[in-house]
């Protein structure tokens, strides 16, 4: 049974989420356009998106050694200032038309990614191991606001002012500050002198064992499949003679499939093991490439992000919940940012590689990339479910 102090931290946590995702949804949703608006070189426009991630990836390591020293409110906290910063100058940038210069604005917002990414993780480390996979489910269903909050956002402020998009920019400042404000109720222990100068098993030790692979692989893959797919959503769609309004519409029921299940997600893992549940969200995002290359319609899209969505959140909530049990907790950092510079930088990589495939392909060959990676990562979580099986028959027979 979860206390009080578990759910106080989680409902924090929740909020930070909303907020945080809120952040990021907008920027998906409109850093591309504003990228295309003001590069030279469109096949640049999903550049600023790109660099959100790639200060995510190089955030991680970092991130998680300086919480390790200060603990995790004020690391959360020095984040959200870094990210207000980056808000201010991608205003300013967007206001002088300087395409570089809000390149480097969504680089700083990305750098609050570094910090944001272990909301997860911190609800983890102090719930109890029957409370841990809703906790981090929990946390990351705190996308669901975001969902809400982030399209309308979008809708309301894009075009309030004369200079496109930068009313939906300055709105953002407000979400980071709402951000703040939560985070100052957290209340979690700082790490113990023990934890800090203890650092565990050798860290190729832990990434040798089978479940830490797995858990890096699933949720690398299905995160880096979700944003190579996310990021040329709206461009495709604009291509395709879509709105943004409509592009809006398509990504509000991307981000409602990627954290509405999160509310059940610990619990199914919780029921039927973590290993059927990763399946099943790889399976999702296979569908989602069969939806997407079926068609351009408006539905097409909608159902292929729906898809995106659901099967990002089964393989990312998986992996999290998975990873837990590969550490000590005088390990948990090194080990939780090596599998978030993992993850990211690999998501890095498949933003960035959106783009460049879209411009210089079309968007049946974004989605076809993803099918190779899929595979082997359900090759992976099968011969894993076969070692695990194999040793729950011998702790049996001894």
């Keep these: ?131 841990r996979s809703r906790a981090i489910s929990l946390v990351i269903s705190g996308g669901i606001a975001a969902a809400v909050i982030a399209p309308t956002i979008v809708r309301q402020t894009n075009d309030l002012l004369p200079i496109p998009f930068i009313g939906s920019y300055i709105a953002l400042f407000g979400v980071g500050l709402v951000t703040l404000f939560l985070l100052s109720f957290l209340s979690i222990p700082k790490p113990t002198v023990a934890e800090m100068h203890s650092s565990g ?71 039927f093991g973590v290993l059927n549940i990763i399946f099943i969200g790889l399976v999702l995002l296979f569908a989602c490439v069969a939806l997407a290359v079926n068609g351009i319609d408006l539905f097409n899209f909608t159902a292929a992000l729906i898809a995106l969505g659901l099967g990002w959140n089964f393989t990312f909530v998986g992996a999290s919940t998975l990873l837990t049990e590969t550490y000590q907790p005088a390990e948990r950092a090194k080990v939780q940012a090596t599998n978030d510079f993992l993850v990211f930088g690999t998501v890095a990589a498949a933003s960035l590689s959106s783009g460049a495939l879209l411009y210089a392909y079309d968007w049946n060959m974004v989605n076809f990339f993803a099918l190779p990676f899929l595979t082997v990562s359900m090759m992976t979580v099968i011969w894993y479910a076969i070692i695990r099986k194999r040793q729950m028959a011998l702790n049996e027979q001894s």
């Design 1 to 131: 049974m979860a206390t009080r102090s578990e759910y106080k931290n989680v409902g924090v946590l929740f909020g930070s989420q909303a907020m945080f995702m809120t952040n990021q949804v907008v920027l998906i949703t409109l850093s591309g356009l504003v990228g295309q608006m003001l590069a030279s070189d469109k096949s640049l426009a999903t550049l600023p998106v790109s660099t959100v991630v790639v200060a995510t990836a190089l955030t991680t390591i970092p991130a998680s050694m300086l919480m390790k020293r200060v603990g995790r409110r004020a690391g959360f906290m020095l984040g959200s200032l870094i990210g207000l910063m980056g808000v201010a100058l991608s205003v300013y940038a967007i206001w002088i038309e300087a395409f570089w210069l809000f390149v480097s604005a969504t680089f700083i917002m990305g750098i609050n990614g570094g910090f944001s990414q272990y909301y997860r993780f911190a609800a983890a480390d102090v719930a109890s191991p029957e409370f």
């Design 201 to 271: 098993r050798p860290l190729p030790h832990i990434t040798g064992t089978p479940a830490f692979i797995v858990a890096a692989l699933a949720g690398t893959i299905g995160y880096a499949v979700m944003s190579l797919i996310m990021t040329a959503t709206p461009l495709a769609m604009q291509g395709c003679g879509f709105g943004v309004s409509d592009s809006s519409f398509v990504i509000q029921w991307h981000v409602m499939a990627m954290f509405v299940p999160s509310l059940f997600t610990g619990s199914l893992i919780h029921r």
